[in-house]
Structure formats: structure tokens, C-alpha cells
């Protein structure tokens, strides 16, 4: 759906470069905001789940997917901070 829209925000020929420059980029900083939980949430929480089912027990991972999942505020603040103007 995001390159899509890029796509699409592209060959508009009725917006002003300026207009769809802006739009390209808060679409970039909105994909930005969806890969980023992903990433440090979804992906641990993924990671939990399927440790679970299969019984499987290994401190040292959990304790990996536990730092990503803290790690979360800290680059999200960042990546709110670098993509917004």
C-alpha cells in the first residue's frame, strides 16, 4: 500500500512539487512509525509466542527479545525526531 501511494503521489500532475514532496515525505515518516513497533514489538512478541508453543527454554533469547522489546521508546523517539522537519 506505501508504494503505492508513492507511486500514485508521483504521477499526480495536479499537485505542485512542493505539495507532493510533502506528501512523499510524511508517507515515508508514517511507514517509518508502522516498521518501527514492528520491529521492536511485534517481532519479540512473535518470537515469545512461538518459544511457548514449542517449550522451549532459553534465557538468553528471551533476554535478547526482552532488550529489543525496551529498546522500543528509545528508537521510536529518535525516529519521530530524525523524520519530521
Known sequence: I???TLYTIRQLKIMSDKTRGIHIRLTKALM???VIPGVTLLLPSLGFNIMYRMRLDSPELARIMFQIMGLH???HSI???LSTD
Open 2 to 4: 506505501i508504494f503505492h
Open 32 to 34: 517509518l512509525q508502522i
Open 73 to 75: 521508546s528509545i528508537v
Open 79 to 81: 525516529t519521530i525526531i
